[in-house]
């Protein structure tokens, strides 16, 4: 006798039946939603509903870490609050010798007649996003020749030199950092004065100070500025800090590595200069007298100099004096067109031959003058 549940517990259609219609609905409704975004209005009303008790489970997560977070922001503000105090200070501090070497500065200019060698203007920008290429030390900043940028523009922070402003678009601009490997700086040091430049690496994390003798004088800790020579970078930002000085005997020059001293990867709001320099052009280099006298001779010598080399390389036959040695031909005077266009006869002549020369001679007389004898010694 086969066994079944009594009719009160029996209802609706058995487990599988009910397995497969669920199956076929979650998938019709994820194909809907997928497709169609029929369930939008649903998953929000939801959401919206669950809110509240979402929010009610986090609770104690959310007050442990505020309160780890209140205290931590506090320790930092107050580490903060002592630095900027004491940056403070010293900015306050020369700002004052600025002002009173900006004094003392305008009044020996006015003193000596000397104008203003350069103005800079600064543009605020804002870095949006690295560049594609992982070579290369490159950023794009939010502002372009709408804005004013320029392309070769020197791009710095509070700190000093960051790089340089290397393509411009209508709304945006890139940026060369300063430790990209084609990137170059002419830059000087504080402390002895010396002028150099100052490469990017191609690891991107250091700086190379390069044309330093062995005999300069270079120091771990020496400060590097910008020299202004170059006409792109106004003079006096800080650049990088030397950290390690090599000299080897076998090399002319010193290998010096250097820091940069403003966080070139680390920055985010930018300063972009623009930078005129009121310095006349150099002037056209003009050729010195040894070089002018040796063009002018060359040019009045035309080409009898040539002839005379080429007379000089020709070959000599054994027992032969060179052409320069050699007389020139004697050449035996003749007259009229007649002579010019006769042509040499043999030095002696046959009993036939001086017997037609006497027939034909009263016709040579008339028509033009009696030759030399053919043959003859001048």
């Not at 190379?208 to 006409?231: C, H, K, M, Y």
């Not at 990867?265 to 150099?282: C, D, M, T």
């Not at 036959?317 to 067109?337: D, F, L, R, W, Y």
């Not at 017997?355 to 030759?371: I, L």
Request: overall charge positive; some cysteine; glycine content about 6%.
């Amino acid at each position: 006798m086969e066994y079944s549940p009594p009719p009160l517990f029996k209802q609706g259609p058995s487990a599988l039946a009910r397995l497969v219609f669920f199956v076929l609905l979650a998938l019709a409704l994820l194909i809907s939603d997928a497709r169609f975004k029929t369930l939008e209005i649903v998953r929000g009303v939801l959401g919206a509903g669950l809110y509240p008790l979402q929010r009610a489970a986090l609770v104690p997560r959310d007050i442990f870490m505020g309160a780890a977070d209140l205290a931590v922001t506090s320790a930092t503000l107050r580490s903060e609050n002592d630095k900027l105090r004491t940056k403070d200070l010293q900015l306050s501090q020369q700002a004052n010798t600025a002002a009173g070497l900006a004094a003392e500065n305008a009044h020996l200019r006015a003193l000596l007649q000397l104008s203003q060698r350069s103005t800079t203007e600064s543009l605020p920008a804002e870095i949006q996003y690295d560049t594609r290429d992982p070579f290369t030390q490159k950023v794009v900043i939010g502002r372009g020749a709408q804005q004013g940028i320029q392309n070769g523009s020197p791009v710095v922070n509070e700190d000093g030199v960051i790089g340089q402003v290397t393509r411009v678009f209508p709304l945006q601009a890139e940026v060369t950092l300063l430790t990209d490997k084609d990137q170059a700086v002419p830059v000087q040091i504080v402390r002895t004065g010396l002028r150099s430049v100052i490469y990017g690496t191609p690891k991107g994390d250091t700086l190379d100070l390069r044309f330093v003798p062995i005999s300069a004088d270079v120091q771990t800790g020496d400060e590097l500025v910008t020299s202004g020579l170059d006409g792109v970078y106004p003079p006096g930002l800080p650049v990088a800090k030397v950290v390690r000085v090599d000299k080897q005997a076998d090399t002319a020059f010193a290998r010096v590595i250097c820091l940069p001293i403003a966080p070139v990867r680390g920055a985010r709001q930018l300063l972009v200069l623009h930078y005129v320099n009121n310095v006349p052009p150099r002037p056209p280099e003009e050729p010195d007298a040894a070089t002018v006298a040796k063009e002018a001779k060359a040019k009045k010598g035309g080409k009898a100099p040539d002839a005379k080399a080429a007379a000089d390389k020709a070959p000599v036959k054994p027992g032969e004096k060179p052409a320069a040695e050699k007389p020139a031909a004697v050449q035996k005077p003749t007259t009229g067109k007649t002579a010019d266009k006769a042509p040499a006869k043999p030095a002696t002549t046959t009993a036939a031959e001086k017997k037609s020369a006497t027939e034909k001679k009263p016709a040579a007389d008339k028509t033009a003058k009696p030759q030399a004898t053919p043959g003859a010694q001048p």
